[in-house]
C-alpha cells in the first residue's frame, strides 16, 4: 500500500496530463466538455473507440502524446500493482 501512497503525485501528474489534453484537443476540434474527456481517456487507454477523431494536426499530435501518457500511466498502475501482489504473497510464506 505504501508504493501507491508513493505514487499518487506521479499519478495526479498523468490524469491530470490527460484531462488537460482532452481539453485542449477538444477545444480545437469544437467538442463539448463530456465528449472531450471521454474522448482522452479512450484514447489514453487505447481503447480507441474511434467515434470522435480529431481532424487538425495540432489536436493529432496532442492525442498521440494522451496516448503516450495513457502507457504511463497503465504500467505504473500494473507496477504497482505487480508488487503489492509480490509484496502480499512474501508476507503470506
Known sequence: MDAIVELTPILLALISLIVANG????RLEGWCVGDSLYHAFINATT???GDFCPTTGFSKFLTVLNAFVGLLLTGIVVGAGTFAVQRAYQVAF
Open 47 to 49: 481503447v480507441g473507440y
Open 23 to 26: 481539453l485542449a484537443v477538444g
